[in-house]
């Protein structure tokens, strides 16, 4: 989702993720070729990149993320908390006491087949990274969003209607 790359200032730093597997669980881990290796975070959010599929809200979820945002796992820490070192396994609750005022959403199981967006911050820094799995098991990862939205020559997003035949 990275809702927060706006509010970057000039000393913030930027890093590449990579998904991966360990022990069979998708896991994100830091780029090694990335200019920056931090190391902890203190926020985690994994979303369908193209917002399908939608994930199925749980209680104790923040509806509005999962709905609108195509959300399957959201985790923000209090910012003063940086306890939860890479590689970070999928699913696993951050360390740390939670984030006043912004929501949590438990993970949901992945898709094959979907790419997804996977963002992090922590400590001044914010990763990104897109990924999908792929149908026998492993993961394939992207540098940059590999399904980026259609723009107008304005810049705004243009929603393709389906086909819907000649009659």
């Known amino acids: 989702m990275l809702l927060f790359l706006p509010l970057l ?7 590449e ?11 994100f881990a830091v780029d090694p070729a990335s200019g920056f290796q931090p190391d ?3 926020s985690i959010d994994v979303s369908a990149d193209d917002g399908e599929p939608k994930a199925k809200s749980e209680p104790g979820d923040d509806k ?5 945002g195509s959300v399957y796992w959201w985790d923000f820490r209090d910012v003063r908390s940086c306890k939860n070192e ?3 396994i999928y699913g696993d609750a951050l360390i740390g006491p939670r984030a ?10 992945l898709k094959q087949g979907v790419v997804y967006q996977v963002g992090t911050s922590g400590d001044g820094a914010y990763g990104s990274g897109w990924f ?8 394939e990862n992207y540098p940059n969003d590999p399904t980026p ?3 107008d020559e304005d810049g705004y997003l243009i929603k393709s209607e389906p086909d819907k035949g000649a009659n």
């Open 17 to 27: 993720l990579l998904a991966i597997t360990i022990n069979g669980q998708v896991a």
């Open 149 to 151: 939205a259609d723009r």
């Open 64 to 68: 509005g993320l999962v709905e609108n």
């Open 100 to 109: 006043d005022g912004t929501g949590y959403v438990k993970a949901k199981p």
């Open 40 to 42: 902890c975070v203190h």
């Open 86 to 88: 890479f590689p970070i």
């Open 9 to 15: 200032g000039s000393c913030s730093y930027v890093y």
């Open 132 to 139: 999908k799995i792929l149908p026998n098991g492993e993961i």
